[in-house]
């Protein structure tokens, strides 16, 4: 016999003053809004997210996309939307995915391949295939287990996973959580002091190397974060909270999980001193005053004594200063298009900075991946590998550490199959012979990219 399911009926009447009221209120009197009654049912016992058997079911989730759209059913809007969206008018982030179509594959007939070795190695750590978890921000706020699920997934994948500095597990439990490498992703909240404990304790815990964030002087304008109340949900006033409730309570599978599991987090790998762990905040006020600069690579190079990966560069001026200031690998990012609008996707400036550093150092890439012929066209084109997020992060959020695994299972059988249908046995045999790219990106003239990059025995 099932045990019967605890659900709670919420009957709210909300009253709010609007903004113009509030300034018109010593000399008008108080003008009010009233939302009309309502019924929320809220079941605590509702599962967190969709079973294992759901996510992994082959026939429901063919694609990247087929999880995303199980993400949004999940997720509130302004979570969703949090992951989802991009920098003011979302052109990078659209082009970010759209640019993988004007590279055109130039495939081998008649070829026979055996099995294809996917495998490759990055910041000295052997990967079974080129594809690494990208830092992803409040991903416990995607599901309650969040970087550790993540984490998991990718070790149990053999692959590695990158930790946020806006994450809510303690880097600790995420390393002891995976079989794989971990990599933590540096931003210098909570200023130096906090950052070199940061540092400190990713050494002593055996994280595997180190990725900069370059690119983020200040955030982005993510204008669908302030249409939903991001802020506010993340603030701690619950009046502000007030207007957007409506949309948290109509997802009670993702509002009851969140409440099991305490409510809003900390970051707790920002520990200020004197003061504590850093609450779960308004990111984009935090970024302002943690600026990364060249000279801060000194600092944290005295400290870090594994590789260093520089994150957000999209010049080749940039990747030779990298080069310059000892770092072991660039990524190629523009932040998934949420920081500057309109700046080159970043399959676009691939080229530009895999001829620049020449080989002395990796050259990984993010930004745009859905499918894994999206990985093989930047692997063709110099790419030591690629980073993932939101295509894991959809996975993640539609079910946890089974979504995540089903990620990365679609995008490995893509990864195969598109190197036997192009009659190439393994990835370090990809270069540029294998597509066809726009004359315009060519850094010297139609099609002659390969001429001015390293071949890939070189990198």
């Keep these: 016999m099932r045990p019967q399911r605890r659900v709670s009926t919420v009957r709210a009447s909300i009253q709010l003053s609007p903004p113009m009221a509030l300034a ?14 309502a019924d929320f049912q809220l079941d605590l016992d509702a599962s967190p997210a969709l079973s294992s058997q759901d996510v992994m079911n082959s026939s429901a989730v063919v694609n990247i996309e087929d999880l995303r759209v199980l993400a949004q059913r999940r997720l509130p809007k302004p979570v969703f939307d949090y992951l989802d969206g991009g920098a003011e008018a979302e052109c990078t982030l659209a082009e970010n995915c759209r640019v993988f179509r004007d590279v055109l594959f130039r495939p081998r007939s008649a070829v026979a391949v055996g099995d294809c070795d996917l495998k490759t190695r990055v910041l000295g750590q052997e990967l079974s295939f080129p594809a690494i978890l990208a830092p992803v921000g409040y991903s416990r706020l995607m599901h309650p287990e969040g970087e550790v699920a993540a984490a998991r997934a990718a070790g149990e994948a053999g692959t590695a996973y990158i930790l946020s500095t806006i994450s809510a597990h303690k880097l600790e439990n995420v ?14 909240l909570g200023g130096r002091e906090a950052a070199e404990g940061s540092i400190d304790r990713a050494r002593r815990a055996g994280l595997s190397a180190l990725v900069i964030t370059v690119d983020t002087p200040v955030a982005g304008m993510r204008e669908r974060d302030p249409r939903n109340g991001m802020k506010e949900l993340l603030g701690s006033s619950w009046l502000a909270k007030i207007p957007y409730l409506p949309e948290i309570l109509a997802h009670p599978g993702w509002l009851s999980s969140f409440l099991r599991d305490g409510g809003m987090p900390k970051l707790e790998n920002v520990v200020i ?19 990364v600069t060249w000279k801060d690579l000194r600092w944290i190079r005295e400290l870090w004594p594994g590789p260093i990966a520089v994150k957000g560069l999209l010049t080749a001026d940039d990747a030779r200063r990298a080069v310059d200031e000892g770092a072991s690998a660039v990524v190629v990012s523009n932040h998934g298009g949420r920081q500057l609008d309109s700046v080159f996707p ?71 199959r598109t190197l036997r249908l ?33 071949s890939r025995a070189d990198r």
């Design 273 to 291: 001193p004197g003061k504590g762990t850093m609450e779960l905040l308004d990111v984009g006020a935090a970024l302002a005053s943690a600026t």
């Design 346 to 416: 970043t399959l676009r400036a691939l080229p530009e900075v895999v001829a620049a550093v020449g080989g002395q150092i990796e050259v990984l890439m993010d930004g745009g991946i859905r499918r894994g012929a999206d990985i093989v066209k930047a692997l063709c084109l110099g790419a030591r590998a690629v980073l993932v997020g939101r295509a894991y992060a959809y996975g993640l959020a539609a079910g946890g550490q089974a979504g995540v695994a089903r990620a990365l299972q679609i995008l490995r059988s893509d990864v195969e």
């Design 175 to 188: 390393k002891a959580g995976s079989s794989g490498p971990v990599f933590y992703q540096l931003y210098l």
């Design 24 to 37: 018109q209120t010593q000399s008008s009197g108080p003008h009010e809004i009233q939302f009309p009654l």
């Design 422 to 454: 192009l009659g190439c046995p393994s990835v370090a045999a990809l270069d540029t012979s294998y597509i066809e790219v726009p004359q315009a990106w060519s850094i010297q003239g139609a099609n002659q990219t390969s001429s001015t990059l390293p």
